[in-house]
């Protein structure tokens, strides 16, 4: 009996994924004339208490990662131009991925050596902090606990998604409505007031890391991104924690 309640719980929770990722794909929250975005990036931008100001092109060499109030020890490992800091695009594990994969063209042999890059060093890193701040209620915390077979998943996921937007390009196809969303000001520094001494210019990926990443590999000189805003700039001050 308590294995046909196992059975029947999963084929619910498949089919209920299914009818979410429907709903996600084929009604997008219409943010201005012939701009749309995915309602799941939608709903997740409502719960951070940001939202969409407009529709920008941006240079791609713009596009930075976001600084995490809890990892930046692993920032300042990963993240670096060789002499500071620097989370631009192409400084990122990410991105290292993929030219590699570019390189090698064999995802099975990035997965049999994976210990070796970057992308599963900065995921296992997080593994030593054991802990990410929750941006909606910094009084809270996430337990940060990486497994191989995680970063794995994360790898296919990614090299996957990277053979798609090779092929048909960004925002299109299952990937209509899914903006890379920026920030111009870093949330750490907007929300939690955090000094931001590295470098910086442009803007601060809060959704599309990945895309991103893509996108720099394959030689995108310009992107389309929604630019969304901070509302409530200062509400985590790290004065009042």
Known sequence: MMAMKGILWKIKNRLHQKIKLFFYKNFPVKLEENIFLNRKEYNTF?????????????????????????FDSVSKVFFTDG???????????????????????????????????????????????????????PQQKHIVNYERADIEDKVRKFIELYDFIMKEGYLSGRFKGNYICVLQQPFSLSRFQVPYNDKFSGYEIISGHHRASILAALGFMKVNVLLMKDNHPGKHSIKKL
Do not use: C, W
Request: charged letters at 30%; proline letters at 1%.
């Open 83 to 137: 002499e500071t800091v620097n989370r631009n695009i192409i400084f990122s594990p990410h991105y290292k991925l993929i030219k590699l994969y570019q390189k090698i063209g064999d995802i099975d042999l990035i997965i049999k050596d994976l210990e070796s890059t970057d992308y599963y060093k900065f995921f296992m890193s997080f593994n030593k902090i054991g802990q990410k701040t929750n941006l909606i209620d």
């Open 46 to 70: 409502l719960k951070l208490e940001v939202s969409f100001e407009k529709a920008v092109t941006i240079n791609l060499e713009e596009l930075n990662f976001e600084k995490s109030i809890d």
